[in-house]
């Protein structure tokens, strides 16, 4: 028998929408149909005026875990994740220990097995673990990270023959290789002598990581790619100048992607007096001519995706007068699906677009589709359902996170995920999280190696069933 049927929602993929009903068995969608067609089942959710979305995949998040668990572990990140629509994650490897060898892989997989939404983990890529580089492919890792520029753990940036040779030895996995794409020695001169002179402010931040330390980064990774072969991904992508690079390397062929974060889009340098160190973030909040050129890159599709950089500190950490003392991130896997829909609501993208760039693209780019980033028959039942008219305020005290300070404090929104289910099971429903699914969560490894479910086109695989040709 069907496990759930959701009754009378509007699915929502890249391409279309529909009012369908959406049956689930054994964690994935059995069959779509059209309103009241389904039957029966051990249990009917009744999502009218709802819109059924894929689960978001945040391609970014750093869960702490092991090492710095006072500022966030596998469970409590997880959660914030549930509560925020999304689905799947992937965790980035500068915790203590690193996860630059497969025993410290392993040992990030049993802190993972506290998680309730699917997870990826990155390997790092590093100047001093190129030899462990085919042991942690071996081992299952679902990506690697290259720090090009220095961030949280103080972990040295590779050099450029190390980069290569990295390069090199992933290229033939066919795993993707994501960028901190920042120079780390024009921002390690710049901060020294911004420091020597007493020049403490927040803003100077930002003079210490100018765009042309990311316009560097990219363009030089971008030719390394086009040597190697290897597929790269450009994480939180914040200036203008860094597009061109970015859209020159895609237009020869160069398998690369690219991402940015909501800090990006909404926050510029008008805000650092208002917020202070809690706006401190690597690569800086920067202007707001770079605000509104991502915003047309991420129309457009030289920008590929939305991903948070989920990145929690105390209160303690992040309040510093002197910029250069306060953590720099910020949480944000909870947040990023409202003020995302509040853009939609107001008219400024689609919810198809939307579903896009925080879904489907990133299940192209890394491997999940088309098990992940649709609502399909045969493809997992990772689905948010969102009502677009709910009204909530932003607030640090309520964010299901360790880190309890976000920049986004009393900002209000328009759109809201209220339930989240990940493979069928409900891991926040009416806006609460359901207890007992620490654990729930599965690697991605399993899923990436499994054949398509469905090689038909989701629209298709919609008309079909709903006897029309769906609507944009």
Same mark, same amino acid.
């Given at each position: 028998?069907?496990?759930?049927?959701? *009754?009378?929602?509007?699915?929502?993929?890249?391409?279309?929408?529909?009012?369908?009903?959406?049956?689930?068995?054994?964690?994935?969608?059995?069959?779509?149909?059209?309103?009241?067609?389904?039957?029966?089942?051990?249990?009917?959710?009744?999502?009218?005026?709802?819109?059924?979305?894929?689960?978001?995949?945040?391609?970014?998040? @750093?869960?702490?875990?092991?090492?710095?668990?006072?500022?966030?572990?596998?469970? $409590?990140?997880?959660?914030?994740?549930?509560?925020?629509?999304?689905?799947?994650?992937?965790?980035?490897?500068?915790?203590?220990?690193?996860?630059?060898?497969?025993?410290?892989?392993?040992?990030?997989?049993?802190?993972?097995?506290?998680?309730?939404?699917?997870?990826? &983990?990155?390997?790092?890529?590093?100047?001093?673990? %190129?030899?462990?580089?085919?042991?942690?492919?071996?081992?299952? &890792?679902?990506?690697? *990270?290259?720090?090009?520029?220095?961030?949280?753990?103080?972990?040295?940036?590779?050099?450029?023959?190390?980069?290569?040779?990295?390069?090199?030895?992933?290229?033939?996995?066919?795993?993707?290789?994501?960028?901190?794409?920042?120079?780390?020695?024009?921002?390690?001169?710049?901060?020294?002598?911004?420091?020597?002179?007493?020049?403490?402010?927040?803003?100077?931040?930002?003079?210490?990581?100018?765009?042309?330390?990311?316009?560097?980064?990219?363009?030089?990774?971008?030719?390394?790619?086009?040597?190697?072969?290897?597929? %790269? =991904?450009?994480? =939180?992508?914040?200036?203008?100048?860094?597009?061109?690079?970015?859209?020159?390397?895609?237009?020869?062929?160069?398998?690369?992607?690219?991402?940015?974060?909501?800090?990006?889009?909404?926050?510029?340098?008008?805000?650092?007096?208002?917020?202070?160190?809690?706006?401190?973030?690597?690569?800086?909040?920067?202007?707001?001519?770079?605000?509104?050129?991502?915003?047309?890159?991420?129309?457009?599709?030289? &920008?590929?995706?939305?991903?948070?950089?989920?990145?929690? @500190?105390?209160?303690?950490? *992040?309040?510093?007068? %002197?910029?250069?003392?306060?953590?720099?991130?910020?949480?944000?896997?909870?947040?990023?699906?409202?003020?995302?829909?509040?853009?939609?609501?107001?008219?400024?993208?689609?919810?198809? =677009?939307?579903?896009?760039?925080?879904?489907?693209?990133?299940?192209?780019?890394?491997?999940?589709?088309? @098990?992940?980033?649709?609502?399909?028959?045969?493809?997992?039942?990772? %689905? $948010?359902?969102?009502?677009?008219?709910?009204?909530?305020?932003?607030?640090?005290?309520?964010?299901?996170?360790?880190?309890?300070?976000?920049?986004?404090?009393?900002?209000?929104?328009?759109?809201?995920?209220?339930?989240?289910?990940?493979?069928?099971?409900?891991?926040?429903?009416?806006?609460?999280?359901?207890?007992?699914?620490?654990?729930?969560?599965?690697?991605?490894?399993?899923?990436?190696?499994?054949?398509?479910?469905?090689?038909?086109?989701?629209?298709?695989?919609?008309?079909?069933?709903?006897?029309?040709?769906?609507?944009?």
């Amino acid at each position: 028998m069907t496990d759930l049927i959701l *009754k009378g929602g509007t699915v929502v993929n890249e391409t279309s929408r529909d009012l369908a009903d959406v049956a689930i068995t054994d964690g994935r969608i059995s069959a779509i149909g059209a309103p009241g067609s389904l039957g029966e089942a051990a249990e009917v959710v009744d999502v009218t005026r709802m819109h059924l979305i894929p689960g978001a995949i945040d391609m970014h998040v @750093h869960f702490r875990e092991p090492g710095y668990t006072h500022k966030e572990d596998w469970e $409590t990140g997880t959660r914030a994740a549930a509560m925020g629509g999304v689905t799947t994650v992937f965790e980035m490897p500068n915790t203590h220990p690193p996860t630059r060898s497969a025993s410290e892989f392993r040992q990030k997989q049993d802190c993972a097995k506290k998680a309730c939404v699917d997870f990826g &983990v990155y390997g790092l890529l590093a100047e001093d673990n %190129i030899e462990e580089l085919p042991g942690l492919i071996d081992a299952g &890792v679902n990506a690697f *990270k290259c720090f090009m520029g220095n961030t949280f753990g103080n972990l040295p940036s590779p050099s450029t023959g190390a980069m290569l040779e990295g390069f090199e030895i992933i290229a033939g996995s066919g795993l993707r290789i994501s960028l901190h794409a920042e120079t780390a020695s024009i921002m390690a001169w710049r901060q020294r002598k911004l420091e020597a002179a007493g020049l403490n402010d927040p803003l100077y931040h930002i003079a210490a990581r100018p765009e042309v330390v990311a316009i560097e980064a990219v363009a030089r990774a971008a030719i390394l790619s086009e040597w190697t072969g290897a597929r %790269i =991904h450009v994480l =939180h992508i914040s200036s203008a100048g860094e597009l061109r690079p970015l859209a020159e390397a895609k237009a020869r062929g160069v398998d690369i992607t690219g991402e940015t974060c909501p800090c990006y889009l909404f926050l510029n340098s008008g805000d650092y007096d208002r917020l202070g160190s809690v706006i401190r973030v690597n690569p800086p909040v920067r202007e707001a001519r770079d605000s509104a050129a991502i915003w047309d890159a991420l129309q457009s599709g030289v &920008v590929d995706m939305i991903a948070t950089d989920h990145a929690p @500190h105390t209160p303690e950490e *992040k309040t510093n007068d %002197i910029i250069w003392k306060a953590d720099c991130g910020f949480p944000g896997v909870e947040t990023q699906m409202p003020l995302m829909l509040t853009e939609v609501a107001a008219g400024r993208m689609t919810l198809e =677009h939307y579903v896009r760039i925080s879904s489907a693209n990133p299940a192209r780019a890394f491997g999940m589709w088309p @098990h992940k980033g649709r609502i399909a028959v045969g493809a997992l039942a990772d %689905i $948010t359902a969102v009502d677009m008219a709910r009204e909530e305020v932003i607030a640090a005290s309520r964010l299901h996170s360790r880190g309890k300070v976000t920049p986004f404090e009393g900002r209000k929104t328009v759109g809201a995920p209220v339930h989240t289910l990940v493979r069928g099971a409900f891991v926040q429903r009416d806006r609460q999280i359901v207890e007992g699914m620490a654990g729930h969560g599965r690697q991605v490894t399993d899923i990436q190696a499994m054949p398509a479910p469905n090689p038909q086109n989701v629209d298709q695989s919609l008309a079909y069933l709903l006897g029309t040709e769906g609507t944009t």
